[in-house]
């Protein structure tokens, strides 16, 4: 440990956060009360110790955090005393660079109550601020979940309508609030207000919030230099978001190697996406550049120490060389470490040397978030799917596993706070779509008792509680089991059989949660549908008219008034169902049944007014002898595929495929947001030949056949879902919010055959090179749109001299004549 800074020297032996700040170009270490301060122009070192789960070992992540008016020099001690933290642990840890206001969520998952900015640094060519002192600020509350703290300039053009701010003038502060801004925002503002009052002022300071007077507040505009008269305070989408430019999808992603076989360090350009994890050597550094999304620098476990030390500074160098942000996250990965956000941008990741054939171990193909794995050896295909094997009604893969009739024992735990906090038995059957629980369930098989632990994840649920839920589970199998329990994980909209038999009818599910607050209004309203005693269940929906669904029941709840409104498509155990829940949710009340079209006046009132709501002949026809069906089109394997989903819910919908959903009377071609070119054409192609070889007799004439994009979804296509979330792709936003950043061209639902003749047309060189190029066309493969006369007078060669051409050598052309 001798080469290594003595600060690092018990680095990383023990889980939890260290945090060191770079003090005259030494790293000092932070005590633990200042964690989540950061002097913005100051450098930091973050290292997150974490122990492998069932393991002795440890794994690290390292980051160093860059303040946005921090010197030259720290910046460079910062760098290079990371990679000194990282060559004392090995080399093993994933290193990340981090800049203020653009920090990962990673990083700012181990803050907790968020991350504050503090003006000032030390003496390191930075102006030093005396801290004490109270000069009047401004301070910038946004975010939701990872609040940030900013201080911003003290005057009225830093205020937006949509964000929260704190004036702090030392002995008063005021709490200014945006007219649109979030309940979150408001109360994390609160919070830090009482901390700089508690912890700055020793209590002294009186905290005065604004909320009505946000305009017009004498006192505040006076204490922030300007007179109310002439304040003009931007929208809240003038307020802009910085984070917006990530958001952007990169269609261009490239990868460099780093050596210096030749004797000489060389960074050379060699392939872009698709890439393939043959792409990768062990014996040099690679830099994988996905643009403003993030650069990559990959440490093979054979390069030289000048390879790796040289890979890191040359990704650095490509934000001023490309353009890029200097925010732009650069994050370091070694070979056999690498995260799944790195192994997204590779169509295939196989381990080297896996074994194959008789006797070889598991192939090391793990399907990462993001992105669809594929063996290396199967090669596109590009054999035609045979259709009219879909006509066949498919069953269940296997059979559900069925133990007992569930008349077990139960005992359930709800997740908070990463603990297990036990339920009474009267809120068993109770769930909250933004809450994890545990389930364990004993039954005998003969004298002998047997466990079943299922850990039940809520579709609005966060990462952190669904990874906890995963650990808690098996930690009660380990400690209280030893071993002997089955673990099934359910999530939500996806319960088998035997776990709905537990609550024997009585399962229900309520909005909102430990972490997910839910505006509550005059009304609920409960979506209830099955199709046996078993599998029918109640999930709370907004309370408005849009929610209702011609095919099943609901159940509308004010404190005066309680109503079972009976859609005509409802079944009997749905009716039967509906009937128990008020039993069991409202045992002391009757309610008013309510058949479809015989409503009430006040009962559209309480809903806000009558709209629109899913309906139509299929929806209003109980026992369907043509029930929906769902088909999930994807050509991750290798070759276009279509694979029929039973007993589907909206969690089934994968955002990387075309899904076919055909309810009889339409086709819908639904467009998950990451669905690639081949998927969409193959599947408007397999819509209609699905149709046109129907033996039911169904044709492109007599049957409607659309396209439709995922978040845009319209009511005759959620309506064959239970509980429909509009919220799930929509970020908060309203439809007509996204219809407008999209333009109503690019959401609108269209014909599948016109769909396809956009595939087979040409276009010119002009139309092509726009910033906005043709609906339909291959942003990656411009090329091939030109028509062959084009093409020539464009490239001087034909497009077979082209494709003959060895894949670097077309993009370089590409590149050239700005169809890249």
């Given at each position: 440990?001798?080469?290594?800074?003595?600060?690092?020297?018990?680095?990383?032996?023990?889980?939890?956060?260290?945090?060191?700040?770079?003090?005259?170009?030494?790293?000092?270490?932070?005590?633990?009360?200042?964690?989540?301060?950061?002097?913005?122009?100051?450098?930091?070192?973050?290292?997150?110790?974490?122990?492998?789960?069932?393991?002795?070992?440890?794994?690290?992540?390292?980051?160093?955090?860059?303040?946005?008016?921090?010197?030259?020099?720290?910046?460079?001690?910062?760098?290079?005393?990371?990679?000194?933290?990282?060559?004392?642990?090995?080399?093993?840890?994933?290193?990340?660079?981090?800049?203020?206001?653009?920090?990962?969520?990673?990083?700012?998952?181990?803050?907790?109550?968020?991350?504050?900015?503090?003006?000032?640094?030390?003496?390191?060519?930075?102006?030093?601020?005396?801290?004490?002192?109270?000069?009047?600020?401004?301070?910038?509350?946004?975010?939701?979940?990872?609040?940030?703290?900013?201080?911003?300039?003290?005057?009225?053009?830093?205020?937006?309508?949509?964000?929260?701010?704190?004036?702090?003038?030392?002995?008063?502060?005021?709490?200014?609030?945006?007219?649109?801004?979030?309940?979150?925002?408001?109360?994390?503002?609160?919070?830090?207000?009482?901390?700089?009052?508690?912890?700055?002022?020793?209590?002294?300071?009186?905290?005065?919030?604004?909320?009505?007077?946000?305009?017009?507040?004498?006192?505040?505009?006076?204490?922030?230099?300007?007179?109310?008269?002439?304040?003009?305070?931007?929208?809240?989408?003038?307020?802009?978001?910085?984070?917006?430019?990530?958001?952007?999808?990169?269609?261009?992603?490239?990868?460099?190697?780093?050596?210096?076989?030749?004797?000489?360090?060389?960074?050379?350009?060699?392939?872009?996406?698709?890439?393939?994890?043959?792409?990768?050597?062990?014996?040099?550094?690679?830099?994988?550049?996905?643009?403003?999304?993030?650069?990559?620098?990959?440490?093979?476990?054979?390069?030289?120490?000048?390879?790796?030390?040289?890979?890191?500074?040359?990704?650095?160098?490509?934000?001023?060389?490309?353009?890029?942000?200097?925010?732009?996250?650069?994050?370091?990965?070694?070979?056999?470490?690498e995260t799944p956000l790195f192994k997204q941008y590779f169509s295939t990741w196989i381990t080297p040397n896996t074994q194959r054939g008789a006797g070889a171990g598991v192939q090391d193909q793990q399907n990462?978030?993001?992105?669809?794995?594929?063996?290396?050896?199967?090669?596109?295909?590009?054999?035609?799917?045979?259709?009219?094997?879909?006509?066949?009604?498919?069953?269940?893969?296997?059979?559900?596993?069925?133990?007992?009739?569930?008349?077990?024992?139960?005992?359930?735990?709800?997740?908070?706070?990463?603990?297990?906090?036990?339920?009474?038995?009267?809120?068993?059957?109770?769930?909250?779509?933004?809450?994890?629980?545990?389930?364990?369930?004993?039954?005998?098989?003969?004298?002998?008792?047997?466990?079943?632990?299922?850990?039940?994840?809520?579709?609005?649920?966060?990462?952190?509680?669904?990874?906890?839920?995963?650990?808690?589970?098996?930690?009660?199998?380990?400690?209280?089991?030893?071993?002997?329990?089955?673990?099934?994980?359910?999530?939500?909209?996806?319960?088998?059989?035997?776990?709905?038999?537990?609550?024997?009818?009585?399962?229900?599910?309520?909005?909102?949660?430990?972490?997910?607050?839910?505006?509550?209004?005059?009304?609920?309203?409960?979506?209830?549908?099955?199709?046996?005693?078993?599998?029918?269940?109640?999930?709370?929906?907004?309370?408005?008219?849009?929610?209702?669904?011609?095919?099943?029941?609901?159940?509308?709840?004010?404190?005066?008034?309680?109503?079972?409104?009976?859609?005509?498509?409802?079944?009997?155990?749905?009716?039967?169902?509906?009937?128990?829940?008020?039993?069991?949710?409202?045992?002391?009340?009757?309610?008013?049944?309510?058949?479809?079209?015989?409503?009430?006046?006040?009962?559209?009132?309480?809903?806000?007014?009558?709209?629109?709501?899913?309906t139509g002949k299929r929806l209003q026809t109980s026992g369907n002898d043509m029930p929906p069906r769902l088909f999930q089109c994807s050509n991750a394997s290798g070759r276009f595929l279509v694979e029929e989903?039973?007993?589907?819910?909206?969690?089934?919908?994968?955002?990387?495929?075309?899904?076919?959903?055909?309810?009889?009377?339409?086709?819908?071609?639904?467009?998950?947001?990451?669905?690639?070119?081949?998927?969409?054409?193959?599947?408007?192609?397999?819509?209609?030949?699905?149709?046109?070889?129907?033996?039911?007799?169904?044709?492109?004439?007599?049957?409607?056949?659309?396209?439709?994009?995922?978040?845009?979804?319209?009511?005759?296509?959620?309506?064959?879902?239970?509980?429909?979330?509009?919220?799930?792709?929509?970020?908060?936003?309203?439809?007509?919010?996204?219809?407008?950043?999209?333009?109503?061209?690019?959401?609108?639902?269209?014909?599948?055959?016109?769909?396809?003749?956009?595939?087979?047309?040409?276009?010119?060189?002009?139309?092509?090179?726009?910033?906005?190029?043709?609906?339909?066309?291959?942003?990656?493969?411009?090329?091939?749109?030109?028509?062959?006369?084009?093409?020539?007078?464009?490239?001087?060669?034909?497009?077979q001299d082209y494709l003959s051409k060895p894949k670097w050598r077309q993009l370089e052309m590409k590149k050239r004549f700005g169809l890249f």
């Amino acid at each position: 440990m001798a080469a290594y800074d003595e600060a690092f020297a018990k680095a990383g032996q023990t889980p939890g956060l260290e945090i060191w700040r770079i003090e005259k170009l030494k790293v000092v270490p932070q005590d633990l009360s200042t964690y989540g301060s950061f002097y913005t122009g100051d450098s930091y070192i973050v290292l997150s110790t974490k122990q492998v789960p069932n393991s002795n070992k440890y794994q690290w992540d390292v980051h160093f955090w860059l303040g946005d008016t921090t010197s030259q020099d720290e910046k460079g001690v910062a760098a290079y005393k990371t990679v000194e933290l990282d060559d004392s642990l090995g080399g093993a840890p994933v290193q990340h660079r981090e800049v203020q206001d653009h920090e990962s969520q990673l990083f700012l998952s181990y803050f907790k109550k968020g991350i504050r900015y503090l003006d000032g640094g030390v003496d390191s060519g930075f102006k030093k601020v005396e801290r004490d002192k109270y000069d009047t600020r401004l301070l910038h509350i946004k975010g939701k979940r990872n609040v940030r703290v900013r201080q911003v300039k003290c005057d009225v053009s830093s205020l937006n309508q949509g964000d929260v701010f704190i004036l702090d003038c030392g002995l008063v502060m005021y709490v200014w609030n945006g007219p649109t801004s979030s309940k979150m925002e408001r109360i994390k503002a609160a919070e830090v207000a009482k901390t700089i009052k508690d912890e700055e002022r020793g209590g002294r300071a009186t905290i005065n919030i604004i909320d009505d007077k946000w305009d017009c507040d004498p006192k505040f505009f006076n204490s922030l230099g300007s007179l109310v008269s002439e304040c003009s305070i931007k929208s809240a989408d003038e307020g802009g978001d910085d984070r917006e430019f990530e958001r952007v999808a990169q269609d261009t992603v490239t990868l460099y190697r780093v050596t210096d076989a030749s004797g000489k360090l060389e960074v050379n350009e060699v392939a872009s996406k698709p890439l393939k994890r043959e792409d990768l050597d062990s014996n040099d550094c690679f830099i994988l550049d996905s643009g403003p999304s993030g650069i990559y620098v990959w440490i093979g476990k054979k390069c030289t120490r000048n390879e790796k030390k040289s890979a890191w500074q040359r990704a650095t160098d490509f934000l001023s060389m490309r353009g890029y942000p200097e925010w732009t996250s650069i994050t370091q990965v070694v070979e056999g470490g690498e995260t799944p956000l790195f192994k997204q941008y590779f169509s295939t990741w196989i381990t080297p040397n896996t074994q194959r054939g008789a006797g070889a171990g598991v192939q090391d193909q793990q399907n990462c978030h993001g992105s669809r794995i594929r063996s290396s050896t199967d090669k596109y295909s590009n054999e035609k799917f045979d259709v009219t094997g879909l006509h066949k009604k498919a069953s269940k893969a296997k059979k559900d596993f069925i133990p007992d009739n569930g008349m077990g024992i139960k005992q359930i735990w709800r997740i908070e706070q990463n603990a297990m906090v036990i339920l009474p038995e009267e809120m068993h059957g109770v769930f909250y779509t933004g809450d994890c629980y545990i389930i364990l369930y004993t039954y005998k098989v003969g004298n002998r008792e047997s466990y079943i632990i299922y850990f039940w994840q809520g579709s609005k649920s966060t990462i952190d509680e669904r990874g906890g839920s995963a650990i808690l589970a098996q930690r009660l199998d380990d400690t209280d089991l030893n071993g002997r329990a089955v673990q099934i994980r359910v999530v939500q909209g996806q319960e088998p059989e035997h776990f709905l038999r537990l609550f024997n009818g009585k399962m229900i599910i309520f909005l909102g949660g430990i972490n997910n607050e839910v505006q509550e209004g005059p009304a609920k309203v409960y979506h209830i549908r099955g199709t046996n005693e078993f599998n029918t269940r109640a999930i709370q929906v907004p309370a408005r008219a849009a929610s209702l669904n011609s095919n099943d029941a609901f159940v509308l709840e004010t404190e005066l008034l309680l109503y079972l409104w009976i859609g005509k498509g409802a079944n009997e155990e749905e009716r039967t169902v509906a009937r128990q829940l008020l039993d069991f949710l409202f045992p002391n009340r009757s309610a008013v049944e309510i058949p479809e079209e015989d409503e009430p006046l006040e009962f559209w009132d309480i809903l806000g007014g009558k709209e629109a709501y899913a309906t139509g002949k299929r929806l209003q026809t109980s026992g369907n002898d043509m029930p929906p069906r769902l088909f999930q089109c994807s050509n991750a394997s290798g070759r276009f595929l279509v694979e029929e989903i039973v007993n589907f819910s909206q969690e089934d919908l994968v955002e990387d495929d075309v899904m076919l959903l055909d309810t009889f009377d339409e086709i819908f071609v639904w467009i998950g947001k990451g669905a690639n070119e081949v998927e969409r054409k193959e599947s408007l192609a397999t819509a209609m030949e699905y149709i046109r070889t129907d033996p039911a007799g169904r044709t492109p004439d007599n049957t409607l056949i659309m396209q439709i994009k995922q978040g845009f979804e319209p009511l005759h296509f959620t309506g064959h879902f239970h509980a429909w979330d509009p919220d799930k792709w929509s970020y908060g936003k309203s439809y007509e919010d996204m219809k407008r950043e999209l333009g109503k061209e690019n959401v609108a639902a269209t014909r599948v055959q016109e769909e396809l003749a956009c595939y087979d047309q040409t276009y010119t060189y002009e139309e092509l090179t726009k910033r906005l190029p043709p609906r339909g066309v291959d942003l990656t493969n411009k090329e091939k749109y030109l028509s062959d006369e084009e093409f020539k007078k464009i490239f001087k060669i034909t497009k077979q001299d082209y494709l003959s051409k060895p894949k670097w050598r077309q993009l370089e052309m590409k590149k050239r004549f700005g169809l890249f």
